[in-house]
């Protein structure tokens, strides 16, 4: 076995502007779309219990890849091949940005266990879903409003060109 006396880390090269429009229009906006309507439908059962239960586990998936574009899980430069988009693609200068929303951007004290909860409980078949049956009620209000604070202040901060290819009505 032959060991490397030393170890190169490249740089993850961000997506360009043109990635990351295209993200925006399409991708980013249909999630930020579900996420909305489907939070807005949570807890007022409409379509029976089944239907119900879907449509809260899909706004909880969609929770889960908004607090992962927020709040990446490990830095984004550090990690070569990561090719998720980020805030930080599109705001990179956090000194720039609001003191409200560069508040917003620091991990709040329930993201870790929140996350852990949506991973185990929906996002792995993990035997960590048994201990999730004890408390198995979601009150996620707290963190939807966290969310959708980080769309709003998002979105505002996005230089007018780049706002306008936010697509409101992508499904």
């Not at 399409?26 to 029976?48: D, Q, T, V, Y």
């Not at 992962?68 to 988009?85: A, G, L, N, T």
Request: glycine share 0%.
């Amino acid at each position: 076995m032959v060991l490397c006396s030393h170890m190169h880390t490249a740089q993850r090269t961000p997506p360009t502007q043109s990635k990351l429009d295209q993200m925006l229009r399409k991708h980013l906006s249909f999630e930020i779309n579900r996420f909305r309507a489907a939070a807005a439908m949570w807890n007022k059962p409409k379509c029976g219990l089944v239907v119900d239960a879907m449509i809260r586990e899909s706004c909880l998936l969609h929770t889960r890849l908004l607090l992962d574009f927020f709040y990446p899980r490990v830095d984004p430069s550090k990690k070569r091949k990561y090719e998720d988009v980020f805030v930080t693609d599109y705001l990179p200068d956090k000194t720039q940005l609001c003191k409200e929303f560069q508040d917003l951007l620091a991990n709040p004290p329930w993201l870790r266990d929140f996350r852990n909860r949506l991973d185990w409980q929906l996002a792995h078949l993990t035997t960590k879903r048994i201990d999730c049956e004890k408390n198995p009620a979601w009150q996620p209000q707290k963190q939807f409003k966290h969310i959708e604070l980080l769309i709003s202040e998002f979105l505002s901060a996005l230089p007018e060109k780049t706002r306008t290819l936010f697509n409101p009505r992508q499904k």
